[in-house]
């Protein structure tokens, strides 16, 4: 019997040159419990990893703001106040990073996602003043709704699929990674995790990024 579990995506899933690594299309789907994708991506991106793992669909993504299980998609926030707040950041100043199309935040539902270049003094302070928190996750700054984290999308997905959120095995490396470490019942930090998400983790592993993760899975058989 193997644990189900939650893995981040960037940074767990990919290589350290970037991009996803194709080692995970033989290691999830041969996974015999459920499996979880908790990113900090825009909704489709997750559940467009699924279909082309050909596993079921099970997504908390935006941070916790969108989870998605088994064909039930449930927003948890209204996204008014990052928007708002992003639109003030480039009012005085401030890009997104991302180009006239944007399609980094053209899917989002519930946060905004601003490049690692942005100013992140004016951003921070603009966050302030809307009320909404700047979550790095060593990828993008993302203006997200307080009280939005992924482990509160990790207790729903759970509950969606029978399981306690104990139950779970989690695998990750960053800030936004903490809550989900501390919803479940074990966690593993990849070498090449923040100081934050190590902290938090009960392991780390000695290899980084999917090396990491494989470390991790091995460990859990």
């Known amino acids: 019997m193997v644990p189900p579990l939650v893995l981040d995506i960037d940074g767990t899933l990919t290589r350290a040159s970037g991009g996803i690594d ?4 033989e290691a999830l789907p041969a996974w015999d419990a459920p499996v979880v994708l908790a990113t900090g991506k825009a909704f ?8 082309f793992l050909h596993v079921p669909e099970r997504v908390i993504a935006e941070h916790g703001g969108v989870v998605y299980v088994d064909d039930e998609v449930r927003v948890t926030v209204d996204p008014d106040r990052p928007r708002a707040a992003a639109e003030a950041f480039v009012d005085r100043g401030g890009d997104l990073g991302w180009g006239a199309a944007d399609t980094v935040n053209r899917w989002r539902e519930t946060e905004v996602a601003v490049s690692m270049d942005a100013d992140e003094a004016l951003l921070r302070a603009v966050a302030e003043e809307f009320g909404v928190d700047v979550v790095d996750t060593g990828y993008a700054y993302h203006l997200v709704t307080p009280e939005v984290e992924k482990g509160d999308g990790v207790r729903a997905a759970a ?21 989900t470490f501390e919803a479940v019942g074990e966690s593993f930090a990849v070498a090449n995790a923040d100081d ?3 902290a938090a983790a009960d392991h780390v592993t000695e290899g980084a990024h999917m090396d990491g993760t494989l470390e991790a899975l091995a460990s859990l058989r």
């Open 22 to 25: 194709p080692r995970v299309f």
């Open 44 to 51: 489709p991106y997750p559940v467009a990893l699924c279909h």
């Open 159 to 179: 509950e969606a699929v029978g399981y306690e959120p104990t139950d779970f095995v989690a695998v990750g490396d960053s800030e936004n990674d903490v809550s």
């Open 196 to 198: 934050r998400a190590r």
